[in-house]
């Protein structure tokens, strides 16, 4: 038998011819949705904006309304669509407007009214301004009440948010209090002159204060105004020559006294006053101080007209905020509790930060007094974490190293000598809080080989020790070093950072729409409301989908139809007969 090199195959070729097929569209039809929350799903936000938002109590929110005039639009839903907008990244009033028109949820949560955005603005503005503390305060109370959260663990940490201001509109107080200085220098100047040319001390102010430039310069102007009568009558040249001379003599500091030297100190007053106790703020937004950022969009560490925002959470639900003018956390820790402490809100058991909150000061305000303790902390110091180093144990100038004496109160230095206790030293920080010192010096460092890595002064080595700060540092550390405290700690991260995450990560809310601390207050409220709803939508997502009964795919579920046919065939069959 041979094989052929080369076999053709036939294939065969179907001739039938395949058309494609669409489902039904026709978009001139007319449609019609009877019911628009069947659209909604089960867990979806707006149910749950609307759930929580019906649970407060409708004289709640009627008390900040007035009475009379045309009709406003109902609080309750104007609370729900500006939720809704904020839970879903739309932060300005013409795209929560536009949601009213187009997005499905937001037209069942307005029951299809459609509020302009000025209207939105106005709510959101001063309504929302007036009931925040309030309506957070109510909406807090629920959750604890839900079992979400419990209020005994509060991680509190900050985060700075861009106020709605320009970057470079930015005013200082030590540039302000430099052209203050200066104007005075010129005024001193100017009233010096006017003492020369007028050749009298009796009615020349000794001091610029407003008030007697005012007096000085009406004083002038009279002067002026005789002199000019008197040119106009005198007929000898030579001497109204020489009275003009007098009169411009006495009208140009009255000028200057009127439009350069009471405008600016009326300037540097107002500047002064809005500072209170910080170093700068923006002309755009006059509440908003520079601060750095993380977020620069030059990279170069530009500072930026901003708000410092004090946030605390549990289980990254946000149990409370506030709002301030200090770029550094560690002045905001006593603030934010004792805002927290006037609410009706449950005081937490133990308050968890970072080393930024951990001062003298508020290890004193955490503690409280022996009738008053208000609440344990897990705080670490600035050098917490430095000291658990092996190159810290063995650092010479750290005084902790040394051999302290207690029944002589005194240290010996590393070189065997004694530094004895010399004075008690008080010192004030910024806040006012005063701090008691105790200083040590030593005997006689001329001779030491150590000196060089001890100390750079040129005298003697001092220690300046603050057995009060010492004594709390000691607590915090032991707190610490326990190991259920430990675990509490080290969510920390987890808590805080991953809501400020959410809210400026996920929603990118990282830059205010409206000015006025007290505005930007009420603005986040809205944007940690809309944070928590979000939280209690995704756990009841999450627990829908773990107890889901497992449902049949759409293909069987059609399988099991069909044969429900095919049954009921035999049976009609076989009754009939």
Known sequence: MSLPLEVKEETSVSKRTFSPTFKPYDPSQSQAILDIETWIPEHHIARVIDEMIEAIPDEQLFAYYSGGGRSSYHPKMMLKVILYGYSQKVYSCRGIEKLTKENLPTMWLAAMQQPDFRTINEFRGQRMKAMMDELFETMILKLIEDKYITMENYFLDGTKIEANANKYSFVWKKSTTRFEEKLKEKIDQTLQHIEEVTKSESDIPQEATPEQLENLANQLEKEVHQLTEEIDQEPDVQIRKEKRKQRSAL?????????????????????????????????????????????????????????????????????????????????????????????????????????????????????????????????????YMKEQERSYKKDIRNAKNWTYEEQDDQFICPNGRRVKFLKYMDKKNRSGYVQSYKVYECEDCSSCPLKERCTKAKGNRQVHWNTIFEEMKAKAKTALECEENAT??????????????????????????????????????????????????GIRQLLSEKYRKPTKRGGEKRLVFLHLFYFRDLLDSSFFG
């Open 251 to 383: 009208r140009k500091p009255m000028k200057l006294i009127r439009i350069d030297f009471l405008p600016r100190l009326a300037k540097y007053k107002e500047q002064n006053a809005t500072f209170g106790d910080r170093n700068s703020y923006s002309k755009t937004d006059p509440d908003a101080t520079f601060m750095r950022m993380k977020e620069d969009h030059m990279k170069n560490g530009q500072l930026k007209p901003g708000y410092n925002v004090q946030m605390a959470t549990e289980h990254q639900f946000i149990l409370f905020y506030t709002i301030h003018q200090r770029p550094t956390d560690t002045r905001c820790f006593i603030p934010h509790l004792e805002k927290l402490a006037s609410t009706n809100l449950p005081m937490p058991q133990t308050v968890v930060a970072d080393a930024g909150y951990g001062s003298e000061e508020n290890y004193v305000y955490a503690i409280g007094g022996e009738k008053e303790p208000r609440f344990n902390y897990l705080i670490p110091y600035a050098t």
């Open 488 to 537: 509490i700690y080290a969510r920390r991260k987890v808590e805080v950072e991953s809501a400020f995450g959410h809210v400026k990560g996920n929603r990118s809310f990282r830059r205010f729409s409206l000015r006025g601390i007290d505005k930007v207050h009420a603005e986040f409220g809205i944007v940690a409301l809309a944070h928590n709803l979000l939280k209690v939508a």
